[in-house]
């Protein structure tokens, strides 16, 4: 029997909490509900987006950690790409596909200094790629889109990990599907520690006061399936879900056990940025990005965070306390080209909506201390640049003619060419320090990722980067009109046979063509 739940009905449901606009939830996008089952399922769950904490009933998932076995050659960690289903909404099945798992993957642990194999088997009935996004390695080992494993086949990378202590990912990058890959679960977590992070006093307990968030945005289809249907606008705009997922769990909560702990963020979504803050008003204290800790905590009230940066908070809670994560309205939509048009805010990031439920169990507070300075972060003198490379991101509008240059093969692209395989766009010596200048010809901001290198950013429009910037990073937003800085040095060999990618990381807009390539000579 059909309870009536039609599309009209259910965005015009009011969900704000009857005490505060604060929990606006993203339920105003649009639903096709069809299964009676489903239509249940998902009005529930947009309605406890909007309530108090009971209705975060989930337990936090905490991918399991895997630390690889010892051998002559090496520590040995074992990959499997397969499918299964996963239960995110109630009572309903949901095709997905992982790693050693139906959805996402473990948590791969290695320190600095570790020789690492990694055997990637591939069980899934499509081929696929594992990019090792954040790691400084060979680009003959990096996964992109040339290393593809055939169904039934394995890959086995063989790399030292000779980096910062650092939150990096694993991720499919194949051509043109890696976007619906990231999306139905082939990412994981890959941790790296090093004895300098080691000595600063910050948690360090995988699962207990160390832990891992990765949060998605998915929409589901009548019958439970993902709903991928790459339309343009999902190409255009990149995809945007309606259900927010936390390491796979959905209206998630964690217990604190103790005063301190240490949250490690990653934006795994396809295209969503978000503002992270807590509910109570109180600053988040940030103490790493992408490729490192930072030199000193930074305290603000939010925190942006675009697909594929990643970010460690640090929480000192008190006892009995609970608090959510939010992520509040994009406080930078779109630039001056992408208002007023067609498609109004254009990035879309304009909800306010709660992530995960933080409590805190009744432990004795005391004075703990916070370490005001964590490491010293590598930099590179741009006086010391040898080159300066202009690279800007260009996008075809639908029935607009260009936003950028012209000639582009696809609906994307960077400085003016779509993605080819067969095209190395530049070679770049070994051992030169480079500095990158990113613009943003177009309505929508971009995060902009390097494979192979860890880099600084040296300015945001002349001004100089955020607070958080202040670490090693791989991946930065840049904004519409905006031009961002980087600046690094390219230590290791890649050949047109396997080269690294450069590219946004809004996945959508990589498969369409935003992506390049180069070699280190």
Known sequence: MDIGFTEELINRISILEPTSERYMSISRRQFVIGSTATAVALFNLRRSFAQQGEQFSNELKIPPLLEGKPSVNGKIYELTMQAGTSEFLPGIATPTIGFNGSYLGPTIHGRAGDQ??????NLLSE??????????????????PHQLIEPGAVWEPSFRINQKASLCWYHSHTMGRTGEQVLRGLAGLFLIDDDESGSVGLPTEYGV????????DRRFQRDGRFDYPMSMHDTMMGYKGDVILVNGSVTPHFNILRQLTRLRVLNGSNSRIYSIGRDDGADLMIVG???SLLERPVSQRQLRLGPGERAELLIDAKANQSFRLMSYPDSVHAGPMG???MMG????N??????????????????????TKLIQVPNWLPAKSTLTRTLTLDMAMMGMGMMGR???????????RSMSKERIDFEVPAGSIEIWEIRNSTPLPHPFHIHGIQFRVLDRDGAPPLPQEGGLKDTVLVDSGSVVRVITEFTRAASAEYAYMYHCHNLEHEDAGMMGQFVVV
Request: hydrophobic share 40%.
């Open 116 to 121: 690492l194999i990694l055997r990637v088997r």
């Open 127 to 144: 081929p696929a790629t594992v990019h090792w996004h954040g790691l400084r390695i060979p680009a003959r080992f990096d996964g992109g």
């Open 209 to 216: 006061d160390d832990i891992p968030l990765v949060i998605q």
């Open 289 to 291: 990005s992408d490729g």
């Open 339 to 341: 208002r007023g048009m």
């Open 345 to 348: 805010t254009m990035s879309d």
């Open 350 to 371: 304009s909800e306010t909506f709660p992530l995960l439920e933080l409590r805190a169990a009744n432990f004795e507070t005391i004075n703990v201390s916070i370490p």
């Open 406 to 416: 012209s000639n582009l093969s696809g609906s994307m692209g960077i400085n003016g």
